[in-house]
């Protein structure tokens, strides 16, 4: 096969890897915008294509084929090693990336506790509050006080306030052990 031909080839080649390498400069031209791993993978495709156009053009002018093998060989081992670094990069921002959601995920079930604790200590002080007005209430010195509804009404009232900072306790601890359990599946 003629060297022109196969230059040709590799010209056209090289055209159409547009729809991969300009996504890539663009990813490049972004800069901070983008993570190191990106950058790092537009870099390594850039490379690689630029590599391919190197060589065509080389297959054009020189006369021999060490020159287009050499430049081929260099700039895949200079892509191989751009992309290599670029998965490191990636596998190192994952982890750290979910070292941060795990940590999130910790302040909030920490905050849930506490919203939990805060609920549940007023549900149950302000239990024997309300039976001390309901007792007013019923007691009040224009009424004739009847003596069950002296007895059962503030008894009734704490333990209204204790079923409810019970059942409220209940609910976020299931609903606790769920949202941990589903942030296994995830992971």
Do not use: N
């Not at 156009?53 to 020159?67: Q, R, T, Y």
């Amino acid at each position: 096969m003629p060297r022109a031909v196969l230059a040709l080839g590799l010209a056209a080649v090289t055209v159409a890897g547009a729809v991969w390498y300009l996504p890539a400069l663009a990813d490049l031209r972004a800069g901070a915008d983008r993570p190191d791993s990106r950058r790092g993978a537009a870099t390594a495709c850039v490379s690689g294509w630029t590599t391919s156009g190197i060589v065509a053009a080389l297959l054009l002018v020189s006369p021999s084929w060490w020159a287009p093998c050499a430049a081929a060989v260099a700039g895949a081992v200079v892509t191989v090693g751009l992309r290599a670094r670029a998965a490191v990069q990636r596998r190192r921002e994952a982890r750290e990336s979910a070292c941060g959601w795990a940590e999130l995920g910790r302040a909030r079930q920490e905050s849930g506790v506490a919203r939990a604790r805060t609920v549940v200590a007023l549900l149950i002080g302000l239990g024997p509050a309300a039976a001390v007005v309901a007792l007013g209430a019923v007691a009040w010195p224009e009424h004739a006080p009847d003596r069950w509804a002296v007895a059962v009404l503030p008894a009734a009232v704490v333990g209204l306030s204790l079923a409810a900072a019970v059942a409220y306790l209940t609910t976020t601890r299931t609903a606790h052990r769920r949202g941990t359990g589903t942030a296994g599946h995830h992971r």
